[in-house]
């Protein structure tokens, strides 16, 4: 059993409360937290949750948790724990939307990268899930354990939680996730059984073919086909020599050129023309800035504001310069400007005299080439060919035919291994069928077996099985339990009884006799019975090996007791042994038992120790 002790809470600017305020959570078996209404008295079971869980029973978002009226922008809060014999520590700081969260075991930091993760080993580390913590911690005559205001089913999945019975629904899903996995390879195989029972019912195997005598083309015909395709290469080698020959002629004689042509001399000015344009454009682009500084200048002789004279005489001659300078840049400007287009003029000039200079001397050149390349034996006429071509015609019709006759013989026998090869294959396939048919059916008996077996398991793991057997005792026990704290409360004027019918938990209140549910009982007999459940829970979680924790607020619920009822309810919570109880109260208090004021100002509440 993990024994868990809640020591010492610090918080600054959460919910009402202002910045360093602590409170000892063992320290006394039963403590009174006093103030009006509003001041923060509730506010720090929600803070507890917040850190050890991070959230809250009323969900409020962790960006509505600072104070508003503080002008802090940061919340921060720690708590002490021990878990058995190690210690540890939580703390949570949160700026914004930036949270840091640090967690602590006997000094270490064993916090997790991700937050989300160190919450997960937080939970761990107290072994109660957030729904049961909060309830075994914090009930209010607002907020009622969920136990008792639930629906009946719901009841009974508190108790399932609350039992640590989950392992044996968890056992039944694996049951049942395994239970449909062998039904669906069972459904496989039976699918399979009976695909291949089509299959050997079904199939017709044919007989074997036999093969046609392979033939081959007459060796003669192809090579006097050879010889004559040879000398018709050669005859058509000499058709392509007089073609290229004459088309070479052709070409020459198209050729203009000048042979006395001599080649220009170079433009001298090249790099002081590229230099007198690039002055240009920057002498452009500096004019240009000057008329925009001076369409910038901007002259009043009079304030718009006041209307007295103004002193513009520095403008004046701002102006005046920017003219002058602009003057003389376009005088520049304009002087250069005739040089550079009498340069480019004279530069195209040399550009088109290169230029034919050079298509010139590229005539001369091919001329020069098609003269030496031009052969003046070849005759400019084509030599006869006509017989060759017809025989070569005659020839290759008898080849084709023979070509025919192979090509038919060949497709039959192709036929014929194709259809000796499915004969075989279909012969192979019904002899592995067999085998397999076989193998389907000894899984078929192997699944049967598997799955006759999880089923009985699936039944024994369900809700109805062993977690319906073991939450029958447990809420007996539990049943007996808190009426032994309800005959206290109520000095044995009632009982309640548990009823469990399938997925359903009920729960009737007997008074005199006679049975009644649970919602039709007064105010007063549900605090008593929301307490005794409440401490019942706690022993029975101590008894069945679970975490037991020491603290509980109690918030308001003595607005509904009387006098008796209170003192009952009092006398019942110093008897609990390891049970750090906060009564919450604005118009209770007990002379028996300590007290902490939380007192508010300018909407700031503080506790005063």
Known sequence: MSVIQLQKLKFSNMFSYGKNNEIDLNTNRMTQLTAYNGVGKSSIALIIQELLYSKNIKNIKKGDILNRYDKEKTWSGSIDF??????????VTRTGASTKVILLEDGVDISEHKILDTYKKIQGILNLEFDIFSQIT???????????????TNRKKFLINLFNLEKYIAIGEKVKVRANEVDKELAKLQVEGKTISSFLDSTSIPDYMDFLEEQELDNAIVIEIADIEHSLNTIADTCKKIDKNNMLIKERESLSFDMSMVEPETF?????????????????????????????????????????????SHLVKMQSDLKSKIANNTEIYETNLVKAKQWSLQLEEYQNSKRAYVNNQSDIRRFEQLTQMIDTQIPSDYPNHQALATRKQELQHILLEQKAKIKEITSHNKSVSANNAKVDALKEQQSEFLIRQDGVKKGILVKSGQSASLSILKKAFSTTGIVAFKLENLTKELEATINYYLSVLSDGQFHIEFSLNKEKLNIDVVSNGVAAPIETTSGGEFSRIQTSILLAIRKLLSTLGGSSINLLFLDEITGVLDDEGKEKLVEVLQKENDLNVFLISHDFTHPLIEKVDIIKENNISTIQK
Do not use: H, M, W
């Open 268 to 312: 001298a000015y090249i790099e002081e023309y590229q230099t007198l344009k690039a002055d240009l454009i920057s002498l452009n682009n500096d004019t240009a800035r000057l008329r925009k500084e001076l369409n910038s200048v901007k002259i009043n002789d009079k304030c718009p504001s006041c209307g007295q004279d103004i002193d513009n």
């Open 138 to 152: 914090y009930q209010s005559s607002i907020d009622l354990l969920d136990f008792l205001k639930a629906t009946d």
């Open 82 to 91: 021990s878990v058995d014999v190690k210690q540890y520590n939580v703390s």
